[in-house]
Each structure stands twice: as C-alpha cells, then as structure tokens.
C-alpha cells in the first residue's frame, strides 16, 4: 500500500515538471507570428517623438522659406537704375548730359519713371528745367519701334521761344533713345499735335541726336558774370578793367530779336557806336561779342553802354554801362 502512495506521489511531481516546463518556454521564447504583431501593436499605439520632430522640422522650415520669399519680394519690387537725362544750362544756351539714379517698380516702364525724374527738373545749380513742373506721363508706348509719349495737356503751358522749344524736344528725344527708341511721337493727351509751343513742327517723331553731341555737365566751362541786369549778363571786362585801345565786351543778352546796341564814350565824345545780334532773342539768352578798337581818349576813363530799343516806341530801355580805364 505504501509503494503504490510512493509511486503517485512520483507521477503527480512529474507531471508539475512537464507542466511547469512547457510554461516556462512559451513565456521566453515566443514564436515568430508573435513577435511580429507585438512589433506591430508597439508601432501603432507608442508614439514615435523622433518622427513627428522630423515631420514638424520641414513644415517649419517651409513657413521660414515663404517668410524669406515675400522678404524678398518685398525688398525687391524696387530696382535702382542709373539712367541720364538732359537739361539746358541757366542761360538757355545748350542741352547737357547728367548723370541720375532712379527707383523703379519692376512692373513699370523705365522709360515713363526716367521722364517723371525729368519732369522734376535738375538737382544742378547750373541747369534748369524747361518743362512745367505740373505736366504728368500719361503713358509710354512702343508702336513699331517708334516710343510714343503721352502728356498731359499742361506741356503746352511754357513761355518758351523757338530755341528753348528745340531744346525741350531734344531733351525728350535724348532721353528716350537711351531705351532702344531712335524716335519719339509727342502726344498731347493721347493726341498728335502739329506743335507744342507754336514754334517748331511736331507732329512727325522727333528723331535723336548722337547722344556724343551732349557734353556732360562737368565739362561746361564756367564764366562769372561781373555785371548784369534785366536784360545782360556780362563776362567781360569787369568794371574799371585797364584798356589800351581795344575793348572786348561779352556776355548774354535777353532782347528783342536779339538786337543789341552799343555806345562807346570817354566823357565828352561817343568814340565809338553801333549793334551786334545775339545767338537767339528773348526770351532765351543769347552769346554775343562786341569788339571796340579806339585811338585816343579825352580822359583816361570810358564807358562801354549796352541797351535795346523798346518794340511799342523805339526808346532806350535796359541800358548797362560799363566803367573802364584807358592806360597810354
């Protein structure tokens, strides 16, 4: 009786160790099927922080890239050009080249913005402008290669003579031809007129210069006036300059027709009389030389005196004198 308790007690241990020992191998070494769904669970339920940095880094840096974009964009809509425009001298005696840097919009036609800087008028003491300051560019057109430039009625509104009209056009003509335009149609609110200021012909396109013809305005000989008035500015002489038996008198005249008159007297006597013409007539000044040759003086003074006669009745008006001394 006591063999057959032994020998139960065995089997039921026995059976524990097989029990227990099938346990312990599914619990350490799980079968493929399974380790492959647990890899699985882990990939969708654990959140993978390196992942989403890596997926937020690029939207990041797509918000930086559109920011540096518009900056860019926005920094860039201007362009700064260097162009050169062209002006007369203050004396009205010729057309000069400067040199001028301008902002554009990059949407805009170059051309149009150069001739608004024009429109502004010169930053030079020595040019001026000859356009009426409240004329605007209505627009600028290429039609078969010829620029067509539109202006506002007030272009018309100048007191300008047939020289200062040139000039106007010219510097217009100059302006465009920079742009690849060897004419330029003149349009007065979209229209073609026969003249702007009723002197010169301008219902053709006004065809360019060699811009060479142009000095620049550092190259422009600068002349002191000595002595002046409404009507003349003198260069030379000064006053009570020493003379022997010449005198030289040159300077600008703004007179009628150009006509000047002239008298040469030492105080008692006219030794000397007559007219010379200037380059142009009012309203633009216009060169002129007057050379006087004498022998003798009375005294060791003269006057040199300038004067125009009146258009209504003939009589002196504007007169200059000019002192000098006569040396023997």
């Given at each position: 009786?006591?063999?057959?308790?032994?020998?139960?007690?065995?089997?039921?241990?026995?059976?524990?160790?097989?029990?227990?020992?099938?346990?312990?191998?599914?619990?350490?070494?799980?079968?493929?099927?399974?380790?492959?769904?647990?890899?699985?669970?882990?990939?969708?339920?654990?959140?993978?922080?390196?992942?989403?940095d890596?997926?937020?880094?690029?939207?990041?840096d797509?918000?930086?890239?559109?920011q540096?974009?518009?900056?860019?964009?926005?920094?860039?809509?201007?362009?700064?050009?260097q162009?050169?425009?062209?002006?007369?001298?203050?004396?009205?005696?010729?057309?000069?080249?400067?040199?001028?840097?301008?902002?554009?919009?990059?949407?805009?036609?170059?051309?149009?913005?150069?001739?608004?800087?024009?429109?502004?008028?010169?930053?030079?003491?020595?040019?001026?402008?000859?356009?009426?300051?409240?004329?605007?560019?209505?627009?600028?057109?290429?039609?078969?290669?010829?620029?067509?430039?539109?202006?506002?009625?007030?272009?018309?509104?100048?007191?300008?003579?047939?020289?200062?009209?040139?000039?106007?056009?010219?510097?217009?003509?100059?302006?465009?031809?920079?742009?690849?335009?060897?004419?330029?149609?003149?349009?007065?609110?979209?229209?073609?007129?026969?003249?702007?200021?009723?002197?010169?012909?301008?219902?053709?396109?006004?065809?360019?210069?060699?811009?060479?013809?142009?000095?620049?305005?550092?190259?422009?000989?600068?002349?002191?006036?000595?002595?002046?008035n409404?009507?003349?500015?003198?260069?030379?002489?000064?006053?009570?300059?020493?003379?022997?038996?010449?005198?030289?008198?040159?300077?600008?005249?703004?007179?009628?027709?150009?006509?000047?008159?002239?008298?040469?007297?030492?105080?008692?006597?006219?030794?000397?009389?007559?007219?010379?013409?200037?380059?142009?007539?009012?309203?633009?000044?216009?060169?002129?030389?007057?050379?006087?040759?004498?022998d003798e003086?009375?005294?060791?003074?003269?006057?040199v005196?300038?004067?125009?006669?009146?258009?209504?009745?003939?009589?002196?008006?504007?007169?200059?004198?000019?002192?000098?001394?006569?040396?023997?």
């Open positions: 009786m006591m063999k057959k308790i032994m020998t139960f007690k065995l089997i039921i241990l026995f059976g524990t160790l097989v029990i227990l020992t099938a346990c312990t191998n599914n619990t350490t070494e799980p079968d493929a099927d399974e380790v492959n769904r647990t890899n699985e669970e882990k990939e969708t339920t654990q959140p993978n922080f390196q992942e989403e890596l997926e937020q880094e690029p939207e990041q797509d918000k930086q890239e559109e540096n974009n518009d900056e860019k964009v926005t920094e860039g809509k201007y362009r700064t050009h162009i050169v425009l062209f002006f007369s001298d203050n004396d009205l005696l010729g057309n000069y080249r400067i040199e001028k840097e301008i902002n554009a919009d990059v949407d805009e036609h170059l051309a149009k913005v150069a001739l608004e800087a024009w429109i502004k008028g010169p930053e030079h003491e020595e040019l001026t402008g000859l356009i009426n300051p409240e004329v605007s560019i209505e627009y600028v057109e290429d039609i078969d290669g010829i620029a067509h430039v539109s202006f506002s009625k007030e272009i018309q509104i100048s007191n300008l003579g047939s020289s200062g009209e040139l000039m106007l056009v010219e510097q217009i003509a100059m302006i465009m031809q920079q742009f690849g335009f060897e004419q330029t149609q003149l349009l007065v609110e979209g229209k073609v007129v026969e003249s702007l200021l009723d002197h010169l012909y301008t219902a053709d396109p006004i065809v360019a210069n060699n811009p060479e013809s142009y000095p620049w305005i550092q190259e422009k000989e600068y002349r002191e006036i000595v002595l002046q409404d009507a003349f500015q003198i260069f030379q002489p000064a006053p009570n300059t020493k003379v022997k038996d010449r005198v030289v008198v040159s300077g600008l005249a703004k007179v009628y027709e150009g006509t000047i008159l002239y008298e040469f007297e030492d105080g008692h006597f006219i030794l000397d009389e007559g007219f010379t013409t200037a380059t142009v007539g009012a309203p633009e000044w216009g060169e002129f030389e007057i050379i006087i040759e004498f003086v009375a005294n060791y003074s003269g006057r005196i300038l004067f125009e006669e009146s258009a209504k009745d003939g009589s002196r008006i504007n007169e200059l004198q000019i002192p000098i001394q006569v040396i023997r």
